[in-house]
């Protein structure tokens, strides 16, 4: 007898094959027959014609902490994910020293955008290195299935300590490196994972570790990643929002062909107002076959709010000529804003020449959206954009948002699309990106930037924005993309598909409901701290090994997830091969 048969669904399989009407029988948590499945189960439920469709594969997140709290790994599940790698951006809490617990902590809480306090009272740190790390995890029933890259950062600290944040590495140091990362992969490390992004601080204000490596150290431990089966390279460069330069492109190039993997990236980005810029960073993106060199960019694929703040300032810290305001307390903050020089040279620094494309979107303030406000007196202000303000005082859009802080004393929270003033030709280089086999859709930062993002949510978004509502795409090219395509970039065994002897990972979505809620605030997270959440509408079902995890948006409590090990769970997928596999393109 079975476990579960799925009947009179319309079943959209994964590979890009039309939908067909189908049962789904499932046994041990794999999908065993397809088609008219004869005989009974112990649970057999009627879709009525709903859609069935693989859970999806979301290769970049950061649940690092939160697994240790939340290890349904919400919002991502209610969303329709089954599957997701963490650890990306060389952000790991393992390989740890005790006397690094502090400085790991803030570096995750500022680049992420994970309160301190959640992880400091959700976590225990009981473990130091990364096998250590693996075996904890292993006692954590999980939702859904986890992988974890290996990350530089936490490498790199923990063999050179506060001088990982200062100075170039010597031989021994770069050689114990390489050994903890050998260490990591060989119990299952799905990768390495690094970045040297100018947005990347830690709880100093610091660069982090790996910005101090040399090309040398990058790419000896790329190599490393080459003796280890089912691994992959992750990489956030310092120049890829502004195209690459040809340091920054080269280095990419050399580790690809140093570990025989596949490097990834994110996430192009799309704006009129530098036309050019999407295809100079997708030419930096060289594959090569015969030099074993495939670089992949992930593109963020629907338009997705972001939610933006200046009492913290994570990004805007970052900006031209605006560090040092975010080093003064609130009070001066305030009055600084009220200087008309000062709020000159801040918009002169988000002007400027050679900004990035982060700068070319946050100057985009007529398009601000005010949806969060104290001051009593300011509440009709929501719902309204600063352009909308401005019009009705009269004022310009900048002046305006200048002068809402000051008025708010910073207590006032913006969003803003990822794609602000969204054209047609904007809407047309999105759909090219999208489908052009060289890009991968994904990005979502699931776990992370919680005060800015639902990613959790980003997949599904991408299924309802280009296929329901834009009408861009079929169901079945969506789906592809954004469950097949994912799980054999990183050759995840039996993710992606709905067919016999594949894991049964699948979701159930009625298309005349389908719908992700406005943000709103949650203090769900250890220490009553706050996150960004939304719901799901229309993601009837979500199952995990044969198991529902989620049934309307409520979950189930059941926890059949598992923790994915590469070579274990993962084939090895070179470039070359990766590159044979766009001909004919998806």
């Excluded at 299952?188 to 994972?193: A, D, P, T, V």
């Excluded at 992750?234 to 920054?248: K, L, M, P």
């Excluded at 009553?528 to 009837?540: H, I, N, Q, Y």
Aim: aromatic share 6%; with cysteine; proline share 6%.
């Amino acid at each position: 007898m079975l476990d579960l048969i799925l009947r009179n669904g319309s079943l959209v399989d994964g590979t890009g094959a039309p939908a067909r009407h189908a049962d789904i029988g499932v046994a041990d948590g794999q999908v065993v027959e397809i088609g008219a499945v004869h005989g009974g189960a112990r649970r057999e439920i009627d879709l009525d014609g709903l859609v069935v469709i693989p859970g999806f594969v979301d290769l970049h997140t950061h649940y690092d902490a939160q697994v240790f709290w939340d290890p349904l790994l919400s919002p991502s599940p209610s969303h329709g994910v089954t599957t997701v790698i963490s650890g990306n951006c060389g952000l790991t809490l393992a390989p740890m020293k005790p006397e690094n617990q502090d400085f790991a902590v803030r570096l995750l809480a500022n680049v992420e955008g994970i309160p301190v306090d959640a992880i400091t009272s959700g976590v225990d740190f009981g473990w130091e290195t990364f096998p250590e790390l693996m075996s904890r995890l292993d006692a954590i029933p999980l939702g859904i299935n986890l992988g974890l890259m290996v990350g530089h950062s936490a490498i790199r600290r923990h063999v050179m300590g506060p001088a990982a944040s200062a100075d170039h590495a010597t031989g021994e140091q770069l050689e114990d490196m390489c050994r903890i990362l050998d260490e990591a992969l060989s119990v299952g490390g799905f990768g390495f994972s690094t970045a040297t992004a100018p947005t990347h601080r830690d709880g100093d204000g610091c660069l982090t570790p790996p910005n101090f490596a040399t090309a040398q150290e990058f790419i000896a431990l790329s190599q490393v990643c080459g003796k280890y089966p089912g691994t992959a390279l992750e990489f956030i460069a310092r120049t890829s929002q502004q195209g690459f330069d040809e340091a920054d492109t080269e280095l990419m190039a050399n580790m690809s062909s140093a570990a025989n993997r596949i490097l990834n990236w994110n996430t192009p980005v799309i704006n009129k107002e530098d036309p050019t810029l999407h295809l100079r960073q997708l030419a930096a993106g060289r594959m090569d076959e015969a030099s074993n060199v495939c670089i992949v960019p992930m593109m963020m694929s629907q338009n997705n709010p972001l939610y933006y703040d200046l009492h913290r300032g994570y990004v805007h810290r970052t900006l031209p000529g605006w560090g040092w305001l975010f080093e003064l307390d609130l009070a001066a903050r305030v009055e600084a804003l009220r200087d008309p020089g000062v709020r000159q040279k801040l918009r002169e620094g988000l002007e400027g020449p050679s900004v990035s494309s982060t700068c070319i979107r946050l100057r985009r303030w007529e398009s601000y959206e005010v949806v969060a406000v104290d001051p009593p007196a300011m509440q009709d202000l929501k719902g309204k954009t600063i352009g909308d303000i401005a019009r009705a005082r009269g004022t310009d859009a900048y002046t305006t948002w200048m002068d809402l802080l000051v008025e708010s004393q910073f207590d006032i929270g913006y969003a803003i699309a990822f794609y602000p003033g969204e054209d047609r030709w904007v809407t047309e280089t999105r759909k090219e990106f999208l489908s052009d086999p060289r890009v991968l859709v994904g990005a979502s930062d699931s776990g992370a930037h919680m005060d800015m993002l639902v990613g959790g949510s980003s997949a599904l978004r991408t299924l309802i924005e280009w296929v329901y509502q834009r009408q861009e795409f079929s169901l079945e090219a969506m789906v592809h993309l954004l469950t097949d395509v994912p799980a054999r970039l990183y050759g995840l065994e039996g993710k992606g598909r709905i067919q016999a002897g594949c894991a049964a990972d699948l979701v159930v979505l009625n298309p005349e409901h389908l719908g992700v809620s406005p943000m709103r605030v949650a203090r769900d997270l250890p220490a009553d701290s706050p996150r960004l959440l939304s719901s799901a509408t229309g993601v009837e079902r979500v199952v995990v090994g044969g198991t529902e995890v989620y049934v309307n948006d409520v979950a189930t409590g059941e926890m059949p997830g598992k923790l994915l090990r590469s070579g274990r769970d993962s084939r090895t997928v070179t470039p070359r091969e990766w590159i044979r596999s766009l001909q004919p393109a998806r």
